[in-house]
């Protein structure tokens, strides 16, 4: 019953058979509640200002986000203007906004007053309270006569309450000038009622074949990360897909620079003087995130990472691998990020005590998996988690130091912790590696009879070039764990999840090259309740 079919692209106009469709399902017993809205007066709280903007102020579209049983995180930007800074004033405006119960908002139920301000580049952030659980809702903003679209959302059923369905999608790796994002367009279709997004949200810089152009040179002040992100945040069908259901996120490395890790730079930048960068970089991230106040930056951190419970059926558990890690072990002089090394030539490989982590996010993690009581719990994260053994032509076993491979002792405390705790049917999900994966995640991936434990799946890049398919099929013979790889292919990961089982269906585009290219299904997996290991089916 989770899946609602009203399509806010098609708002405010919903046909007859939508609005049908909408009434049987909010009679009906899942995530959904019955309607019991009041209607509140048809009057905004703010007056129709004599404030007047160049141009609609709302062309960063709008979103909600992280969504908890009473509250969801609605989220916009004033941008009349999105690259010119000049085209607002440098003070506070208070914007309206209004939360229906249904999708042409005529049973208001909340109505308030948020704040764009100057510091925050005019984003706005209004954590809705005292909303009714499992249940989905609409939303919109108003400043100075003008009007933004509307959005949909829903709110998380109470922690621990029956949940018998939910449908969520997770994307990753979107660069913008590689091609288009309408693997969005298809997902909406797909009708989630959440979307992950697991990192690369934008790209700080170019390379490969270009279908559109960035705005700028590679950011490294706030006011360049904001252009990058509002560029981002231009595109239609990403904001479609904000607008269509709330969303979480984390991010990876090309939010500040590729392969950065901690404080350390791709290009050897002194530390002190990367923070900065990386603040900046932060802190326009948060400011186009439908966030809670509680993870903007502060000094010189952001908390990124944090849990999201739906009902008894499913936890969410959000990682941040970027921020608190450890640098990339054997890190060549004068080549910054990641690289292949072996046993042999980087003993610090063996070395247990490295963390992608960071000691008090790892202690927050395990910590959470006593404690957990959700049918499933998927870690959702950025990168590949299982072992990639990488063999050369003399037989050595490289390890990508960027990955969780550089960081082999902290991946087994999180899986060792795992089996102690019994931890139900845990599910890895990642990006990174703009490829589909899907593979067995075990204790120890040199011994064949270790048990399997837990079910990975990658899913591919929204827009970002795959890398060289052929050389890593190369690698799949010695990796049994790994169940399926294809780097050919661009698009995302459509899950459905039952008490029963989670169905994951590795969702493809024909083209990016292409706007209007068509969508399709390359693989669907299905991981049963109590049996760790995804199996392939056909949908
Ligand atoms: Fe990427
Ligand atoms: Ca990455």
Request: hydrophobic content about 35%.
């Amino acid at each position: 019953m989770l899946h609602s079919s009203v399509n806010v692209r098609e708002s405010p106009v919903l046909n007859r058979r939508r609005l049908l469709q909408f009434a049987a399902m909010s009679a009906g017993s899942g995530l959904l509640a019955a309607c019991g809205g009041l209607q509140a007066q048809s009057t905004w709280r703010t007056p129709i200002s004599p404030r007047r903007y160049s141009d609609h102020p709302f062309k960063l579209g709008i979103a909600s986000g992280d969504p908890r049983s009473d509250g969801v995180v609605l989220w916009t930007r004033l941008a009349p203007d999105p690259f010119n800074r000049e085209s607002l004033p440098p003070e506070v405006i208070a914007i309206d906004w209004e939360l229906a119960t249904d999708p042409k908002m005529e049973w208001v139920v909340q109505r308030g007053v948020g704040y764009a301000r100057p510091e925050f580049g005019h984003a706005v952030h209004v954590e809705v309270r005292d909303l009714e659980p499992g249940r989905q809702y609409w939303y919109r903003f108003r400043t100075g006569g003008e009007v933004s679209e509307i959005g949909r959302t829903v709110t998380a059923p109470v922690l621990g309450a029956p949940l018998e369905r939910l449908r969520f999608a997770f994307a990753s790796c979107q660069h913008y000038e590689q091609g288009y994002f309408t693997a969005y367009k298809h997902m909406i279709e797909d009708e989630p009622d959440l979307i992950l997004h697991l990192g690369d949200y934008i790209y700080e810089s170019s390379w490969g074949e270009q279908m559109r152009q960035h705005e700028g040179p590679e950011p490294r002040t706030l006011d360049q990360y904001r252009n990058r992100h509002a560029l981002y945040r231009t595109d239609k069908d990403l904001q479609a897909a904000h607008a269509a259901c709330p969303w979480r996120v984390t991010w990876d490395d090309h939010e500040v620079q590729n392969d950065y890790g901690g404080d350390f730079s791709e290009d050897f930048e002194a530390q002190a003087e990367f923070r900065l960068r990386r603040l900046a970089a932060y802190q326009a991230y948060y400011e186009h995130m439908p966030l809670r106040a509680l993870a903007a930056p502060s000094s010189e951190n952001m908390q990124l990472y944090n849990r999201l419970p739906f009902g008894d059926l499913i936890e969410f558990t959000m990682l941040d691998n970027r921020q608190y890690r450890d640098e990339q072990v054997c890190r060549e002089p004068k080549k910054g990020g990641g690289h292949v090394v072996y046993a042999d030539s980087c003993p610090d490989l063996a070395n247990d005590k490295r963390s992608m982590l960071g000691a008090d996010q790892e202690r927050w993690l395990l910590g959470g998996f006593s404690r957990s009581k959700a049918k499933w719990n998927v870690i959702a994260q950025s990168m590949l988690f299982s072992r990639l053994h990488q063999k050369n032509k003399e037989g050595k076993d490289g390890s990508w130091t960027d990955g969780w491979d550089g960081y082999a002792g902290n991946r087994k405390r999180i899986v060792d912790r795992m089996v102690e705790t019994k931890l139900a049917n845990p599910v890895v999900i990642g990006g990174d590696i703009h490829s589909f994966w899907v593979c067995d995640v075990k204790p120890d991936y040199d011994t064949a009879k270790s048990p399997v434990i837990a079910s990975e799946i990658i899913g591919s890049s929204i827009s970002s070039a795959g890398p060289p398919h052929e050389m890593f099929k190369a690698f799949l013979p010695d990796n049994p764990h790994i169940k399926f790889f294809d780097a050919r292919q661009r698009g995302y990961v459509m899950c459905e999840v039952t008490q029963k089982s989670l169905k994951a269906h590795l969702r493809t585009v024909k083209d990016v090259r292409d706007p209007n290219t068509t969508a399709s299904t390359l693989a669907s997996y299905l991981i049963e309740n109590g049996h760790p290991g995804a199996q392939k089916f056909v949908a």
